[in-house]
């Protein structure tokens, strides 16, 4: 039978996950001559030999590829016949302004694990095994093909076995760029705190022993460094706390292994298959209540809290650090000073978080991209990203017709988004842009997705607000501008999340702050809208916000405004002043000045500042430590037992809806004054929200005739808002989409930007 020659292209995500070698070895299977290599725009392949057997290939191609690997599009040509020799992998190639897909760092897969846990395997103990199938990618790779000379492996030439198994097309380690061992690879070491190199036979080992007796580490891992104590040591916990001026804010736990998570937390089907999985995200879990406290994990690592955040090992480091009977759970909190970016690299790490520590457990292996780890919560048995970062970035979403946007994303949890090749490219979380040194960061990993992915923008898209940094940054490029509405953004997050077409939905946006087309701070907002436009349908009415930033970080503030502003409308202002000096104090009087003069006071419909105020006015939290605080312990406190919920005003104005939170703030009021307790005030309050979000979305709905409603913004991370209003919502027959791939919190809001830009300019 006549041979046959094809040539054929794999877009997706190819490189850097055993694609070559798995080709290689299909082709030797079906006796096939020809190559492969990698290209800027995926793999090539070209092959020959008899049809049936290029049928067979093809076929195992297209469904049973590396399991890392991620086909977007299969291209096939048949050519003219070359008689090839053998099968070969050739030399990769590199063309200009091509796409290459990615893949992100991976948890250490099985294999692996067992060669490290293996005796006799020679790679025993060592703390950088990987393969094909596992390890270091997104962080390491300085630019494309992803080969060795390209990664920040280059440094390390393999030894005699290592590339013998490098070069075997039947080894799992063929190809696979970051492959070393003991003899020839990255190695880790100690040094105390000021950066002198500890002499140790085993630095592990000694780290152990040394965070047993409570002392605290900065590790160096795969994206990045976390420091490290022991979380059942209660006064190594509280030192990190005050060593890293961080009173409050939950720390994140490593624990040893499933059977330990499930030890002193609950855990789902769901859960658990997230925790072990390929990415091995921080994932929410709730607290058990019946381990002994002496046994217990230390209360100050979470304090009032009912969900800890949890991950498995996904290091061999990190497995290797567990090998000892006194090592269960450890604090793996990110390495960095509050508000700053993570720390990755060696020097810089000792200058900026010596004080915090008392050893670094370093390693040379360089990481050129730090990158977070991501954070994950399983809500109505569906799993919701909260932080998109390792594991997941560079992944990218499918969008046909995509332009080359660039956009830039919030102020806050910033991300930015790319378009190119029908693809949406959205960057790992890079922190708060509230300083240079984040500021910093954000533009240089923009530079390397640039880079990386040969993306020369046409358009920039950016959030209204004037003053944020992205904007700002925006402005820099001389090139055609978009801006867009903050909670427009969100609501178009999530329908590209849904694989929503572009049409009109409900769509509901509660967060803390967005800049509003009216000037003011709006939060609280009901829309009409599609990707090309926005109508605002309805809103919580505003309310006076004194001191602008200083009320954010304090929400007494907040509290004794809507209070205040609250009871005026019922008794007389000097009544009114006294209830409110009753709750918050002789302090709240030169807010109140404030609030009646107008002075230094802007409106704004912010759900999150109602959440604040709230939690306020019961005595919950006056002042945060970090974002979002006050919202959380209020949800903390809910008694799922109680149905009960205030009364409350919708008004209609015009052409749109208010609701009045003057009734709800008035009626907390007199539970305080009758001593109700504090989780039934906040379950009632929680309720309530449930309660006139419904009623609204009936409201436009038996108005406008639309059934989907589309729910994003950070409130949405508040797990009981979101699943009882997913529930209420369906049994009054609404189709309701929230987020699961994308965060409903600003980590999401540069794809909304960027979708809503691309419709926005005009077709060339």
């Not at 457990?361 to 932080?387: G, Q």
């Not at 040194?437 to 920039?460: A, G, L, V, W």
């Not at 000037?519 to 009415?541: P, Q, S, T, V």
């Not at 949800?635 to 003057?662: D, G, H, R, V």
Request: proline share 5%; aromatic share 10%.
């Amino acid at each position: 039978m006549d041979i046959k020659r094809f040539f054929i292209k794999v877009e997706g995500i190819v490189q850097g996950v055993g694609f070559r070698p798995f080709v290689y070895n299909l082709a030797k299977k079906y006796n096939l001559k020809g190559w492969v290599n990698n290209s800027s725009e995926g793999v090539f392949i070209d092959i020959e030999g008899l049809p049936e057997n290029i049928n067979l290939f093809i076929n195992k191609l297209k469904n049973t590829p590396p399991p890392l690997s991620k086909i977007e599009n299969i291209t096939i040509k048949e050519l003219n016949i070359s008689n090839f020799n053998e099968f070969i992998i050739k030399k990769s190639e590199e063309k200009k302004d091509k796409i290459t897909l990615i893949s992100p760092d991976i948890a250490t897969c099985e294999d692996c694990l067992n060669d490290i846990r293996n005796s006799k395997n020679r790679r025993f103990k060592y703390p950088f095994t990987n393969c094909t199938n596992c390890g270091p990618r997104f962080s390491i790779i300085k630019s494309i093909p992803y080969d060795r000379d390209k990664t920040t492996m280059a440094k390390f030439k393999m030894c005699d076995k290592c590339e013998k198994e490098y070069f075997s097309p039947t080894n799992r380690r063929f190809h696979a760029q970051p492959n070393a061992c003991n003899n020839c690879g990255p190695h880790v070491w100690i040094t105390n705190n000021k950066g002198k190199k500890i002499d140790t036979d085993d630095a592990i080992e000694w780290s152990q022993k040394k965070l047993i007796e409570g002392k605290i580490f900065a590790i160096k891992g795969l994206c990045g460094f976390h420091i490290v104590c022991d979380a059942k040591n209660d006064y190594a916990v509280k030192l990190l706390r005050q060593r890293k001026v961080r009173p409050d804010k939950p720390f994140a736990v490593m624990m040893k292994d499933l059977k330990t998570v499930k030890k002193y937390c609950h855990v789902n089907k769901i859960e658990e298959k997230l925790l072990t999985g390929i990415r091995k995200p921080i994932v929410l879990l709730e607290k058990k209540n019946n381990i002994s406290p002496h046994k217990n994990i230390s209360a100050a690592t979470a304090p009032r809290q009912k969900t800890l955040g949890v991950m498995l090992p996904y290091t061999p480091l990190h497995e290797i650090l567990f090998w000892n009977e006194n090592i269960e759970v450890l604090i793996m909190t990110s390495a960095n000073i509050s508000g700053f970016p993570l720390e990755y690299d060696n020097d810089t790490a000792i200058t900026n978080i010596g004080n915090i520590v008392d050893y670094f457990l370093l390693h040379n292996r360089d990481i050129y991209i730090p990158v977070d780890d991501s954070i994950a919560r399983v809500v109505n048995n569906k799993v919701r990203l909260i932080r998109r970062a390792r594991g997941y970035v560079p992944y990218p979403f499918n969008f046909k017709g995509i332009k080359p946007i660039l956009a830039c994303g919030p102020n806050m949890k910033n991300t930015f988004s790319i378009g190119k090749d029908n693809f949406i490219f959205v960057s790992q979380y890079n922190g708060d842009l509230e300083n240079i040194e984040t500021f910093n960061h954000y533009k240089r990993n923009i530079e390397h997705f640039k880079d990386i992915f040969s993306f020369n923008p046409q358009y920039i898209a950016h959030d209204m607000h004037p003053s944020y940094m992205s904007t700002n940054y925006a402005e820099s490029f001389n090139l055609p501008k978009i801006s867009v509405q903050h909670h427009h953004a969100h609501i178009v997050s999530c329908m590209v999340d849904n694989n929503l077409d572009n049409r009109n939905v409900i769509g509901i946006s509660f967060d803390g702050t967005g800049y509003g087309t009216d000037g003011k701070i709006w939060g609280g907002e009901f829309l009409i809208c599609n990707f090309n436009e926005f109508k605002r349908i309805g809103h919580l009415a505003y309310m006076p916000l004194p001191g602008g930033d200083n009320a954010i970080k304090e929400p007494w503030r907040i509290g004794a405004s809507y209070l205040y502003s609250t009871l005026k409308n019922i008794y007389s202002k000097d009544t009114a002043l006294s209830e409110t000096i009753s709750i918050f104090g002789e302090k709240c009087r030169p807010i109140i000045k404030m609030v009646e003069k107008s002075f230094n006071c802007i409106e704004t419909s912010s759900m999150g500042r109602l959440f604040d105020a709230i939690s306020s006015i019961i005595g919950v939290r006056e002042k945060i430590s970090y974002e979002g605080q006050a919202s959380i312990e209020l949800e903390a406190l809910i008694n799922n037992t109680c149905n009960m919920y205030y009364n409350y005003e919708i008004i209609k104005e015009q052409e749109s809806y208010l609701i009045n939170p003057q009734n709800i703030i008035y009626s907390i009021f007199k539970d305080i004054k009758n001593n109700v307790s504090i989780d039934v005030i906040s379950s009632k309050f929680h309720n309530t929200i449930v309660n006139f979000t419904v009623d609204m979305c009936v409201l436009i709905r038996n108005r406008i005739n639309i059934n989907e409603v589309v729910l994003s913004g950070g409130v949405f991370q508040n797990a009981y808002i979101l699943s009882n209003l997913i529930e209420v919502l369906k049994e009054k027959d609404f189709t309701v989409y929230s987020h699961e791939n994308i965060p409903t919190n600003d980590g999401g809001v540069s794809i909304g930007q960027i979708v809503i830009a691309n419709i926005s300019i005009p077709q060339r």
